[in-house]
């Protein structure tokens, strides 16, 4: 019996335990390096823990692509790496039944040849990014979304290969992909892209050209051939960077990311710097000018007596007592240096980001208008919910907000006076 089982697992194995003599591994990943080479046909040169070295990081990535081990490829064949090895060849049956009869956590000719075998076969599949960690946001928010258009639409343009005569190749416009991933990392955190069916590819990181830091936000710590190219508009390229580390900076702020590899091309993995909470408190009431009889806002444009519900600043700080502070624009999430305010559509929703139409009551003073806070204010608006907007000097804010929100039909004004004020121009509305 026992013999007859050996005799079977030989056979069910032969593809794997019959390395051809003198045949190269067939993965772009395993192939040329002498010490894996040496593994799939020599029994004394198996990897084992404790080793250290570029074969080791070459493991850890196939790991990690074919079996989500979620392992920071670093060479060093650690207890982390012992237990990903060891759950590899136990979920294949990875087993050397002449004298085991359990998998073990040791790289031979078996474990390369399975490894080799599915590499090869996943290479030949479509280019993708995944998050090592922190671990993508859960798939109940709208992946699949294309990129923004308008100003801030990521013109991706890069050099995917060498022309004939040597010299780089033309720079070609790359298709707009959907948003496949979203990854939330806190100021100054730490996170990891793993690049799959990649090699020989590059890695396009970019951030919207109005994004108002101070210094990039993805600060890559690892990954090769790393250079800025003055031909993109504040954009890296890393060439074969495989998994690559990104460090946020202080500021809240966000990095797209694509693999291209030839004709490949992965969807858009969204790395966004956020922070659960203001980091502003509310400053003393404004004072209360009778001068409007409505009581529903002072000449300063500070709301008063709002209705029962959540209040909300957009972009101000402690604009009114008991209204809190938040971003409708995520590359605006940083205010007076250090300072940060929530994202309201932080994908995190309902633990931070403004859930549609839960709010009662908005507050913006002093800010420019553009298109994103419209739509926010569309969103996040419940019914009834009471607008107030003050603008000390360009109008043509003050006529956008109108044409959008009164001219339209979507609000009324309520019995209060719209017009100049001690802070410029004051306006209130609420809607239907």
């Not at 196939?62 to 012992?82: F, M, N, V």
Request: aromatic letters at 6%.
């Amino acid at each position: 019996m026992i013999m007859r089982n050996i005799q079977a697992a030989r056979f069910q194995l032969k593809g794997v335990t019959s390395k051809r003599a003198g045949v190269a591994l067939q993965s772009q990943l395993f192939r040329g390096d002498e010490k894996l080479e040496a593994a799939a046909v020599s029994d004394p040169a198996h990897v084992t823990p404790g080793a250290v070295g570029e074969h080791v990081k070459r493991i850890q990535l196939a790991l990690d692509q074919l079996d989500h081990a979620h392992l920071l490829p670093d060479g060093i064949y650690g207890s982390r790496t012992e237990g990903a090895v060891l759950a590899y060849k136990q979920r294949r049956g990875i087993v050397n039944r002449t004298y085991q009869t359990t998998a073990d956590n040791i790289v031979g000719k078996m474990t390369i040849a399975v490894l080799d075998r599915e590499m090869f076969a996943q290479e030949s599949g479509p280019a993708l990014l995944q998050s090592v960690y922190p671990l993508p946001l859960p798939t109940q928010f709208p992946f699949g979304r294309n990129i923004p258009t308008g100003r801030n639409l990521l013109a991706f343009k890069v050099t995917v290969s060498a022309s004939s005569t040597g010299g780089p190749s033309p720079m070609t416009d790359l298709v707009s992909a959907p948003v496949t991933q979203e990854v939330v990392v806190p100021p100054n955190g730490v996170g990891a892209l793993l690049a799959k069916n990649f090699l020989g590819g590059v890695l396009i990181l970019s951030e919207p050209p109005s994004q108002n830091t101070n210094s990039k936000i993805a600060k890559l710590t690892t990954g090769t051939n790393l250079r800025t190219s003055r031909q993109l508009d504040n954009a890296d390229i890393i060439s074969d960077p495989e998994t690559f580390r990104y460090q946020s900076a202080s500021e809240c702020g966000i990095v797209k990311a694509q693999a291209v590899a030839g004709a490949k091309k992965s969807g858009i993995a969204e790395i966004m710097v956020l922070v659960d909470k203001s980091s502003y408190t509310d400053e003393p009431l404004h004072p209360v000018d009778t001068t409007y009889p409505s009581g529903v806002v002072s000449l300063r444009g500070t709301p008063l007596n709002p209705l029962q519900g959540r209040k909300i600043n957009i972009f101000g700080r402690g604009e009114s007592n008991g209204f809190e502070n938040y971003s409708s624009s995520i590359p605006f999430c940083n205010d007076s240096g250090k300072n940060t305010k929530p994202w309201t559509n932080d994908p995190r929703k309902p633990s931070v980001g403004l859930e549609n139409n839960s709010v009662k009551n908005i507050c913006i003073r002093s800010s420019p208008i553009k298109q994103v806070t419209i739509d926010e204010i569309k969103r996040i608006a419940a019914q009834g919910c009471r607008v107030t907007y003050a603008e000390p000097s360009d109008t043509d804010f003050v006529k956008l907000m109108r044409k959008e929100f009164l001219d339209s039909g979507l609000a009324r004004k309520p019995p209060v006076e719209d017009g100049p004020g001690k802070f410029g121009h004051v306006m209130v509305f609420e809607f239907k």
